[in-house]
Every structure is written in structure tokens, then in C-alpha cells.
């Protein structure tokens, strides 16, 4: 069996080997007194260390290139600028949302975030953000236009 799993693909190779693991040290925790985790809970904390896994093994070159494409620019003066984001974790339908609002001189105006549970997919949380920012900022009248005298 050994061979066989070492034959595959790296990815598919590190999932088994994870689920594997998983699934031993589950066994180990109900055999002490523990309570019995569910096979979706295996799967679900097969894929958060295989994420963690990947995210801690990106090749550095990556990571800066990819900071170095998406530079921040400041709105114009008579302007602010929302930038929002959502995440989505599919194994567990869970995510959040969050905003900042800044501006002309890149100043911090309002900022928010939070969880969200359930969600569709990952569509549904970036919606969910881009909802959330403008709100806000009506909210504190910063969408509205003041002319100056």
C-alpha cells in the first residue's frame, strides 16, 4: 500500500498521508475518553492542515510578486476609497467579511469586519463585504456630497 501511495501525485499523496494521521491521532483521542469526532470533523481538519501546510510553504518569490501587483492608490481628494474583501471556508460553510474606508491622504476613516455563517460559497462572502462597506459609509454620511462655501 506504501508504494503505492508514494507512486501518486505530491498533492493526493500528502492528502492520504494527512488523513491518515488524522485519523490515528482521532482514534487515539476517543480511546482516551474523548469524544468521537465525526468523518466530516476528519476531513475538516485534513483540509485546514493541508491549507496551513501550503500557506507555509509558498515559495517566497510568490508571495512578493503577488504584494507588489496589488499596490494601494489613494483616492482623489474629493473622494474616499472602500476596499472590502469576504473568505469562505467550504468545509465548513463559515467565512467573514471587512472593510476600510480612507482617505485622499490614505487616513484610516472607518473600518469593519465580521463573521458570517452560513455562506454559499465564496462568492456570497466577497458580496456580502461589498455590501457592507458602502453601508457603513452612508451610515456616517461620508457618501454624501457637502459642497464648501
Known amino acids: 500500500m506504501l508504494t503505492k501511495i508514494w507512486g501518486l501525485r505530491s498533492d493526493t ?5 494527512l488523513l491518515m ?3 490515528w491521532s482521532v482514534r487515539n483521542k476517543t480511546n482516551a475518553g ?3 469526532k465525526s468523518a466530516q ?3 475538516n481538519e485534513v483540509n485546514y492542515h493541508m491549507m496551513v501546510w501550503n500557506l507555509t510553504h509558498q515559495q517566497p518569490n510568490t508571495r512578493m510578486k503577488q504584494v507588489v501587483k496589488q499596490r494601494w492608490k489613494v483616492p ?3 473622494a474616499y476609497k472602500i476596499n472590502c474583501d469576504g473568505t469562505f471556508l467550504s468545509s465548513t460553510g463559515q467565512g ?3 472593510f476600510v474606508i480612507r482617505d485622499h491622504a490614505g487616513q484610516v476613516v472607518m473600518a469593519g469586519a465580521g463573521a458570517a455563517d452560513p455562506l ?3 462568492y456570497h462572502a466577497e458580496t456580502l463585504a461589498m455590501h457592507k462597506g ?4 452612508f451610515c456616517v454620511r461620508i457618501g454624501t456630497h457637502h459642497p464648501r462655501n
Open 76 to 78: 482623489p481628494e474629493d
Open 134 to 137: 458602502p453601508r457603513a459609509s
Open 21 to 23: 494521521w488524522c485519523w
Open 34 to 36: 474523548e469524544q468521537r
Open 41 to 43: 470533523e476528519v476531513v
Open 96 to 98: 467573514g467579511w471587512g
Open 13 to 17: 499523496k500528502q492528502k492520504i498521508i
Open 120 to 122: 454559499m460559497n465564496a
